[in-house]
């Protein structure tokens, strides 16, 4: 093999290597960034029947809920309204908008709010969560689910911006979390887990 084709070999396995670098500084970062939100009771009881509260305002039919990174689209025009819950147990009522998409059997919910980092350091940005309804045709346990939370660099000692969420089971507790993209074509997202 002479000079010019191996080191055209090399540049080709670096270039074909790069990308799936990133990838894995981008998952090594999640593991040490992932925020961690709370699942309250009230919210998960919401699961169970997820319909708007007496005194939910703003009900229409939607085809989103979110805002840009922390967004997602419904796989059909969705009920859609505001109300004041505790979400996280922590005896504030929050804000938050929901959407029910019946037809994937969840519940979104999206607010501004609180979260802790994990060094337990307080911080705040959007929220976007979902949760498994009765009867979804996931056969997905009803209250869990997963969550994204958007970061600014800095933000949570992020290295770089970006959405980093977790996959929780039907306590609240969280299963899988990462850097996490919404993946509008399911509903779910797509976490890069640092091993």
């Given at each position: 093999m002479n000079r010019s084709t191996l080191l055209r070999k090399?540049?080709?396995f670096a270039v074909l290597l790069l990308p799936g670098l990133g990838i894995l500084s981008i998952a090594q970062t999640a593991a040490q960034t992932a925020p961690k939100v709370v699942v309250g009771?009230?919210?998960?009881?919401k699961a169970a029947t997820p319909t708007p509260g007496a005194k939910a305002k703003n009900a229409a039919q939607k085809s989103g809920i979110g805002k840009g990174a922390?967004?997602?689209?419904?796989?059909?025009?969705?009920s859609f309204w505001v109300e004041d819950l505790d979400v996280d147990d922590d005896?504030?009522?929050?804000?938050?908008?929901?959407l029910y998409d019946a037809q994937r059997g969840m519940l979104y919910t999206y607010r501004e709010d609180d979260f802790a980092c994990p060094n337990g350091k307080p911080d705040s940005g959007s929220i976007l969560?979902?949760?498994?309804?009765?009867?979804?045709?996931?056969?997905?346990?009803?209250g869990s689910?997963?969550?994204v939370v958007n970061l600014n660099t800095g933000q949570c000692a992020a290295k770089k911006a970006g959405t980093f969420g977790?996959?929780?089971?039907?306590?609240g507790t969280p299963t899988e979390c990462g850097a996490a993209t919404v993946n509008n074509a399911t509903g779910e997202i797509d976490v890069v887990v640092a091993e």
């Open positions: 090399v540049v080709s009771k009230q919210l998960s009881a922390t967004a997602v689209k419904a796989s059909q025009p969705s005896g504030v009522v929050e804000t938050s908008d929901y969560m979902a949760l498994y309804a009765k009867g979804n045709p996931a056969h997905k346990a009803v689910g997963w969550y977790c996959r929780f089971n039907a306590s």
